[in-house]
């Protein structure tokens, strides 16, 4: 079945409309760093202001242990958010309390409120399903239809994701229609060739990946932290870089399917080894079966692909009509390492077909070294629910709107 589309809710002027959005924003002294989850929002925000509904927008903000935490308050991202639509927001300083009750009561039509983080209340991630159910109902009242635009939770059974979207009327936002759209493209007949790029930590995050993308790749291109233990799989020494011994079996696995099935997998055939890990580390270039004969011996420590690497990485990219990357090349934190990582996302800038990024470190990452959202065709605003759907599972979020 199709997700429920904005448009099946019908006319929503004068409704009192929630909007579960994702405000999950990284704060730093109560400074928003990076707003990209907030202005995901706005397509659909605009869309109901537009139609003179009564918006009641709703969010998490981090971890806080189910109680209020002035920490992980949303007021900076109601302030944001304010800026953002250019009219006021009104901020309730509770979720489902007297506060947020008065904030719904004085909207007109075409107003936006928003209230106080749903994790300053237990019922919001409780596994206990009459738990989750009551809050959900104590939410309820403050809406007619409830819009569910969070992505980045649709992969949570949580009560504003799941059980409220099961009390009141529902649909998906335009942000959420949009993942669906573009993720479902990555795993149903992509346009070909299909390249799919993976890099960060560690395999042991990725397997769900690896394993339902690989039958339906043309190519599969290994960076990151990741590729140290596919080249231990080929019998290389990686020195002091990340390997996941437990995880041999496994990519030696992947490999032989790869082959089977005529998938090309590619690896590094050269990366950049530093001295320690730091900005300040002394590095090298080699190739990847030399990780150990440099100067720096077994300790060398490989921190990012090489530029021969980069370079062909990048021209299986652009020669490609679909392409999904998740996981910077390297540890782009660090300026000398942040190469490899910048040569993928210029290429999938240059991508004559779908270019997707996803995952949380990959986003930040081509946001920090100064490419534009746009750049890219869709950058993927949900970390762990993009992974999961894309490894083929049944996300709740996505389930209750209809999605299957
Ligand atoms: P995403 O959030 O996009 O899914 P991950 O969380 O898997 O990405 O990985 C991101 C992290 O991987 C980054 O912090 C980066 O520094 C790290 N990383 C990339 N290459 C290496 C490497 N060679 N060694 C250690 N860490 C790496
Ligand atoms: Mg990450």
């Known amino acids: 079945m199709a997700l429920r589309t904005l448009d099946s809710l019908g006319s929503l002027a ?32 605009n869309a109901l202001i537009n139609q003179g509904a009564r918006v009641v927008v709703c969010s998490h903000l981090g971890r806080p242990d189910g109680a209020p935490d002035p920490k992980y308050s949303l007021e900076p991202v109601a302030q944001r958010l304010s800026e953002l639509l250019g009219k006021p927001v009104a901020f309730a300083r509770d979720t489902v309390g007297e506060s947020a009750r008065e904030a719904v009561a ?36 403050l809406g007619d239809v409830l819009v569910s635009d969070g992505f980045g939770v649709v992969h949570r059974k949580q009560a504003s994701v799941y059980d409220l ?35 960060g930590s560690k395999v042991s995050d990725k397997l769900g990946v690896i394993d339902h993308l690989l039958p339906r790749v043309d190519r ?33 696995d992947y490999m032989r399917r790869a082959q089977e099935s005529g998938v090309e997998l590619v690896l590094p055939t050269d990366v950049v080894v530093a001295s320690k890990f730091g900005a300040d580390a002394e590095h090298v270039v080699t ?4 990780i150990e004969d440099t100067a720096f011996g077994a300790s060398g420590l490989g921190l990012d692909i090489g530029p021969e690497t980069a370079e062909r990485f990048a021209a299986l990219v652009r020669d490609s009509k679909t392409v999904f990357w998740n996981g910077p090349m390297g540890v782009f934190e660090l300026a000398p390492f942040a190469a490899g990582t910048k040569a993928v996302a ?6 004559d077909g779908l270019s997707v990024v996803g ?46």
């Open 14 to 45: 004068g409704k009192r409309v929630i909007v579960r959005a994702d405000l999950n924003v990284p704060l730093q002294d109560g400074i928003i760093t990076d707003d990209g989850r907030v202005r995901a929002t706005l397509p659909t925000l």
């Open 106 to 141: 004085a909207l007109e039509d075409g107003d936006v409120a928003i209230i106080e983080n749903l994790r300053f209340n237990p019922g919001e991630t409780a596994k206990d399903d009459a738990t989750r159910r009551a809050f959900a109902e104590e939410l309820a009242t």
């Open 165 to 199: 979207a099961e009390i009141l009327p529902s649909a998906a936002g335009f942000l959420i229609e949009k993942e669906v759209d573009v993720l479902d493209r990555l795993t149903e007949n992509p346009e070909r060739p299909y390249t799919v790029v993976l890099g």
């Open 220 to 252: 599969l291109l290994i960076g990151g932290g990741m590729l140290f233990t596919f080249l231990a799989a080929h019998g290389h020494k990686v020195g002091s870089s990340l390997l996941e011994a437990d995880q041999l079996d496994t990519v030696r």
């Open 287 to 290: 190739s990847a079966d030399g």
């Open 346 to 351: 210029q290429a999938l800038t240059q991508v």
């Open 359 to 404: 995952g949380g470190d990959s986003a930040a990452a081509v946001r920090q070294l100064g490419f534009a959202d746009d750049a890219f065709g869709h950058i993927s605003t949900g970390g762990g629910a993009s992974l999961e759907f894309l490894e083929g599972k049944k996300l709740p979020g996505l389930e209750v709107l209809g999605w299957q």
